[in-house]
């Protein structure tokens, strides 16, 4: 079956960094485009970043330019989420998602979602 499991998060001081992973299996991954998106208590859930495996194309939402880096180990089926000095506002459950289409910052445009990992900066 089509599985995304996210792993990395946990509770770090502000200015600290963390390294998410999402592992991939059940699909063609270069097929997909490979998004990270996060979701605060009483929030609408945003798209972070994505990673188009076909050619490599990254994307980045302004808030976490320069801090966040994506990138990809096709050999290994998984996407990674480098996140630098973070933020309490960073703080959120992080999910990473495939979709089939295009590079999106919009969930509805993506097809299959992990379960998400926590991610909470302290002040």
């Known amino acids: 079956e089509v599985q995304l499991v996210e792993s990395g998060g946990g509770l770090v001081q502000a200015g600290g960094s963390l390294r998410l992973s999402c592992a991939a299996s059940?699909?063609?991954?270069?097929?997909?485009?490979i998004g990270w998106f996060r979701q605060a208590p009483g929030k609408e859930r945003e798209g972070v970043s994505c990673?188009?495996?076909?050619?490599?194309?990254?994307y980045y939402a302004d808030s976490v330019k320069g801090r966040f880096t994506i990138s990809s180990d096709k050999a290994k089926n998984t996407v990674y989420l480098q996140m630098n000095s973070l933020k309490p506002e960073d703080t959120a459950v992080y999910y990473c998602?495939?979709?089939?289409?295009?590079?999106?910052?919009?969930?509805?445009?993506?097809?299959?979602w992990g379960q998400g990992t926590q991610v909470t900066v302290s002040s």
């Open positions: 059940g699909f063609t991954f270069d097929e997909y485009v």
């Open positions: 990673i188009d495996s076909t050619d490599g194309s990254t």
């Open positions: 998602a495939a979709s089939s289409d295009y590079p999106s910052p919009y969930a509805h445009e993506y097809d299959f």
